[in-house]
Each structure stands twice: as structure tokens, then as C-alpha cells.
């Protein structure tokens, strides 16, 4: 008999944190590796939301916590929704997790039988579709290419849609596209969501406060009222807070799915870690006079890494309006040779030679489920986006 699960065998490890770990090995080797693969601010946690942090520590906060968060970190959520999306929620609508991938992964176990199908727009995150197979659904993917801007049609979500559709997996702005969607392009989506009421929706907002030019984030059940009953809105404080180490994340919607997801946090976790509760706290509640400083920065980086990228023969990259993430297209490089003779087959093949033979970590497409593509994070210094674009430049002219 198998010592492993059949489950486990259906998944794979997560590809951002393996790339981030072989760059980072690489690295301690004494390699010159500069990483464009963890999707993580370089900023450090602001000195405020660290302050309330080492209070909580003085303060004796170090103990058990209620299992899905601290009620003063609650209230802060609801606060938020309202203040952000308009969303009214109490805090038996809330539940705050050990990171956003906590709390997605808690309704995914708290909900799906076998049986159960998933929609879930390409390119995703990494983690939704094994997360679905780790709690025994099956994943659908819709391919979002390049053409439609990575978004998804709603002729496309129409279809999609059948009598085992459980959820739709929503990410705007997208990791690992940087595409956001705008009110009327997400209002045509829940106008199709109306149609089926059996379907729900779980609204990954991660990448809210990160969006750049003239881009307005919207959210699912603000845009669509009808809908708040059967959507779970998560969000998080890694990204736009620079806490990802912390741990944080949280979601509202319907009381009994809460529950459920308490549920499942209970016999599993409990509660996430009691000084990020309260350095949490302090992050929603305190001043983001920080994030128009660190999106001016993103915007800058983002400009620099399009334009760089895209001087490429071959190359051809998007300008996305939201998260710290450019995913260009490879496609007129496929069949190409590198100067050290790896034919280019895939993205895999591109990532890995890039790595092997410039140092440059990014994340292949094919692991967020369209190709050939790969993935940037720019959310590192000015000065390592030059040397690694460069370094870009230099390995694709080099192709034969
Ligand atoms: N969400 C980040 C990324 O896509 C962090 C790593 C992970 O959890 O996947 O790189």
C-alpha cells in the first residue's frame, strides 16, 4: 500500500516558491543571481504597523487567540470593507486566516465534494488550482490570453459555467498578469453570475491598493449587490502593507460559510499568529500615506521593465495596470537555441536556461497555465530590474 496520499500525487509544489528557493540557493552558493520570481514587496513592514507589533509582544499578547482572529482585528476588516468597497459586514462575517492562502484554502476544504468543478480564469495564481485538488474538486480553467488582455469574456464564463460549477476563483489585479479589471468589464461578468445562482464567487483582492494610471478596483459584491450572498471577498495584508512574513489574511461573505471555514482553521491551525493580529490591526487602521510612495516606485519599475522587455525581438509585454507583475509572451522565441545550445521547446525551457546561464530567476507560464510566457516580479530595486532586463536583452539576442 502507498505510504502518500493519492491526493498528493495529483498536486505539485508550488512553482513561485520554488523558483524563489532555487534563486535563493543558488545565491548562498555565491552565484550572481538577481530574482525576479517572489511575487514580494522589497519594502520593509512600515515602522508604524512594526511598533503596535513589539506593544502587543510588552503587552503579553502572546497567547491563543479566538481561532479565526482577535475581534479588534475584525472590526479593523469590517471597517476596511466599508471604507474601501463599500461592504457592510459584521464580524461574524469575518475570518482571518495564517495569509490569504489560508483562508482560500479553508473554503475550498469547508465546500467542495467530489464531484465539484471550480472555474478558474487563466493565467491564475499558482495555488488555485492544486488547492481545489488538495480538497477533492476539479480545477476548470478558462485560457485568458494575451488577446483579451488576460481577462476573461463573459461569453467565456457563460460557457463555462454547468450544473457542477461550485465556485468561480476571481483575482483582480491578477498575480501573475497584472491585469484589473474595470467596473463595467467585472458588471458584464456578474450579469452572467446572476443567471446561475448556484455558482459562488471567491474574490482573491490581494493586489487592491496596488494599481497604477487611472485604474479604479472593484470587487465583486460591490459591484453587484446581488451576488454578496454567495461571494467570499478575501484580502490580505502581504502585498500592499509589505508584511508577508506576518501571515495575514482574511475574508467576509455568509455567516454559515465562516463558520465552516472556522471549522476546518480549528482542527487544523488554529488561530493565526496573536502579534500579526495586532500588527494587523494597526496596518488597517493606521496611515497608507506609505502606499501612494511604494506605488509611485512600482509604477516607475513597471515602466522600466515594459519598455526594457519590450526592445526584445520576440518579445512582447503587456502594460498591466495593477500588482508588481509584467507576464510577457515568448512565443516568437520557441525553437530558438541558446548561446550555450538549449533549444527553447517551452517557457520552462526559457526560465530554466535564463536562470542557468544569466542568473535571472522569473517564473515560467506554464505554471500559471498559459504559454509560452513567463513571469516578472519587478517588486525589487531600479538598479537589479536594469541589470536584469539587461541580462534579458543580452540571453535573447544571443538566441540563434
Ligand atoms: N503569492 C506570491 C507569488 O505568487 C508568493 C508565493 C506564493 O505563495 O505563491 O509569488
Known amino acids: 500500500m502507498a505510504f502518500l496520499s493519492e491526493t498528493l500525487d495529483r498536486v505539485k509544489p508550488s512553482p513561485t516558491i520554488a523558483v524563489t528557493n532555487k534563486a535563493a540557493e543558488m545565491k548562498a552558493a555565491g552565484k550572481d543571481v538577481i530574482g525576479l520570481g517572489a511575487g514580494e514587496p522589497d519594502f520593509d513592514t512600515p515602522q508604524h504597523i512594526k511598533d503596535a507589533a513589539v506593544a502587543a509582544i510588552a503587552a503579553g499578547k502572546t497567547k491563543y487567540t479566538g481561532v479565526d482572529g482577535i475581534v479588534e482585528l475584525k472590526e479593523a476588516i469590517c471597517a476596511k470593507f466599508k471604507r474601501d468597497n463599500d461592504l457592510e459586514y459584521t464580524t461574524a462575517q469575518v475570518s482571518v486566516g495564517t495569509g490569504g492562502k489560508q483562508v482560500l484554502y479553508?473554503?475550498?476544504?469547508?465546500?467542495?465534494?467530489?464531484?465539484?468543478?471550480?472555474?478558474?480564469?487563466?493565467?491564475?495564481?499558482?495555488?488555485?488550482?492544486?488547492?481545489?485538488?488538495?480538497?477533492?474538486?476539479?480545477p476548470v480553467p478558462i485560457t485568458c490570453g494575451i488577446d483579451t488582455a488576460f481577462k476573461m469574456t463573459p461569453e467565456a464564463l457563460e460557457a463555462a459555467i454547468t450544473e457542477k460549477t461550485k465556485w468561480l476563483i476571481f483575482n483582480s489585479p491578477s498575480n501573475p498578469t497584472g491585469a484589473g479589471y474595470s467596473w463595467d468589464e467585472l458588471k458584464a461578468l456578474t450579469d452572467v453570475l446572476m443567471r446561475h445562482p448556484h455558482v459562488w464567487v471567491m474574490s482573491d483582492d490581494m493586489y487592491?491598493?496596488?494599481?497604477?494610471?487611472?485604474?479604479?478596483?472593484?470587487?465583486?459584491?460591490?459591484?453587484?449587490?446581488?451576488?454578496?450572498?454567495?461571494?467570499?471577498?478575501?484580502?490580505?495584508?502581504?502585498?500592499?502593507?509589505?508584511?508577508?512574513?506576518?501571515?495575514?489574511?482574511?475574508?467576509?461573505?455568509?455567516?454559515?460559510?465562516?463558520?465552516?471555514?472556522?471549522?476546518?482553521?480549528?482542527?487544523?491551525?488554529?488561530?493565526?499568529?496573536?502579534?500579526?493580529?495586532y500588527a494587523a490591526v494597526e496596518a488597517l487602521n493606521g496611515s497608507h500615506d506609505f502606499i501612494a510612495e511604494n506605488n509611485a516606485a512600482f509604477k516607475r519599475r513597471r515602466d522600466l521593465v515594459v519598455s526594457m522587455l519590450n526592445e526584445i525581438d520576440g518579445i512582447t509585454c503587456p502594460v498591466p495596470n495593477g500588482a508588481f507583475y509584467v507576464y510577457p509572451s515568448i512565443a516568437k522565441?520557441?525553437?530558438?537555441?541558446?548561446?550555450?545550445?538549449?533549444?527553447?521547446?517551452?517557457?520552462?525551457?526559457?526560465?530554466?536556461?535564463?536562470?542557468?546561464?544569466?542568473?535571472?530567476?522569473?517564473?515560467?507560464?506554464?505554471?500559471?497555465g498559459v504559454s509560452?510566457?513567463?513571469?516578472?516580479?519587478?517588486?525589487?530595486?531600479?538598479?537589479?530590474?536594469?541589470?536584469?532586463?539587461?541580462?534579458?536583452?543580452n540571453f535573447c539576442k544571443d538566441l540563434s
Open 372 to 393: 509560452p510566457h513567463f513571469r516578472v516580479s519587478y517588486a525589487t530595486s531600479d538598479e537589479a530590474l536594469t541589470e536584469a532586463c539587461t541580462r534579458i536583452q
Open 106 to 138: 479553508n473554503a475550498l476544504m469547508a465546500t467542495i465534494n467530489p464531484g465539484d468543478d471550480v472555474i478558474v480564469p487563466a493565467p491564475y495564481w499558482v495555488s488555485y488550482p492544486d488547492m481545489v485538488l488538495l480538497a477533492g474538486g476539479t
Open 208 to 277: 487592491e491598493h496596488l494599481s497604477y494610471d487611472d485604474f479604479v478596483f472593484c470587487t465583486p459584491a460591490q459591484v453587484e449587490p446581488g451576488l454578496k450572498d454567495r461571494t467570499l471577498t478575501t484580502n490580505g495584508v502581504s502585498k500592499a502593507y509589505a508584511m508577508t512574513g506576518w501571515r495575514i489574511g482574511y475574508a467576509a461573505g455568509p455567516e454559515h460559510l465562516i463558520k465552516a471555514m472556522r471549522k476546518v482553521q480549528s482542527q487544523s491551525t488554529s488561530n493565526p499568529c496573536s502579534v500579526s493580529q
Open 333 to 368: 522565441l520557441i525553437g530558438k537555441t541558446s548561446k550555450a545550445g538549449t533549444v527553447i521547446d517551452s517557457d520552462e525551457t526559457f526560465a530554466t536556461a535564463l536562470l542557468e546561464e544569466t542568473g535571472v530567476a522569473v517564473v515560467f507560464g506554464a505554471a500559471f
